[in-house]
């Protein structure tokens, strides 16, 4: 079997692992069944879980159980799930569509998806509080390493930054800081946090988080190529929208051979800071790739 039948097969096994274990969490809430199924609309729309997926990547890596990153991995993929149900608001990015399937609001109405988004992101932290296998400290360095990454620093800073740069003429270096915040952090936390799990060193969490970083500028440059060039059922939503809405994208700054170029460095980029790493890091190596490849 090859490196790229691996990850596959990895990736649909940890994923029905994933998938199973966030519909659970949420349907053993204490909470109204309409916020529930709100909840978990959103969580089941078929994302490609790519947070949970190098979490657990990471954890193989360092050679250690994958039970101990189940968990984590779901609050990760809530927080995910919660910041793309209030993009596809009116407010922000007025999207009808999302993976194939009516955005949430348009489902359920705008009210209960902005709940539905808060109780997600708010439902994640107390997760990982919850998880007896941790210890105190380990808590609380995965909940401030999120925190940073998905909050007014992070991913939410990014967010802002890409509402205000629409209809300006972003140069590519102001386009790159903005996803290094809005995509690029919450791929660097899920590898950080599989590397706290591990018990790895801080020169290692250091290379995993740049190889994260790289890998999130990757995953936006794809985007933006797709978002040209993809197909639409592919895709679950409409190509273009990016023009539509007058975005900043790096076709747009560069051209689509340059992004193309672009896209190509930062997968380099990633592999060298991983090859750092002094341990079984064949499962992250083909993620770069597949995150540099992928049609959807």
Do not use: W
Request: aromatic share 4%; net charge negative; glycine share 8%.
């Amino acid at each position: 079997m090859n490196d790229q039948q691996t990850l596959k097969q990895f990736i649909e096994k940890e994923k029905q692992q994933i998938d199973q274990r966030l519909k659970n969490h949420i349907n053993q809430l204490k909470a109204p069944p309409s916020l529930k199924e709100s909840m978990n609309y959103s969580l089941e729309a078929g994302g490609k879980r790519i947070r949970p997926i190098l979490l657990l990547a990471t954890l193989k890596g360092f050679n250690k159980p994958l039970n101990l990153g189940y968990d984590v991995s779901c609050a990760l993929e809530m927080i995910h799930t919660y910041s793309l149900v209030h993009d596809d608001l009116p407010a922000m990015d007025d999207d009808d569509l999302r993976r194939g399937k009516p955005t949430n609001h348009k489902v359920f109405g705008e009210a209960l998806a902005i709940l539905a988004g808060d109780g997600l992101l708010t439902h994640s932290f107390q997760l990982i509080t919850s998880l007896d296998y941790l210890t105190a400290e380990v808590k609380v360095r995965l909940i401030e390493k999120i925190a940073e990454a998905a909050g007014p620093m992070g991913m939410v800073a990014g967010q802002v930054e890409d509402m205000e740069g629409e209809d300006e003429d972003l140069d590519v270096d102001q386009l790159q800081h903005i996803h290094h915040r809005k995509t690029g952090d919450l791929l660097s936390v899920a590898l950080e946090c599989g590397a706290i799990l591990s018990s790895a060193t801080e020169e290692e969490m250091s290379e995993l988080k740049s190889f994260g970083k790289h890998i999130g500028i990757a995953f936006q440059i794809k985007d933006d190529l797709l978002d040209v060039e993809g197909d639409e059922k592919q895709l679950g939503k409409p190509v273009g929208s990016d023009e539509s809405n007058n975005k900043t994208t790096y076709p747009k700054v560069l051209g689509m051979d340059q992004a193309r170029e672009k896209l190509i460095y930062h997968i380099k980029s990633a592999k060298d800071h991983l090859n750092n790493v002094d341990k079984d890091t064949r499962l992250l190596l083909e993620l770069a790739d597949y995150i540099g490849s992928r049609s959807n």
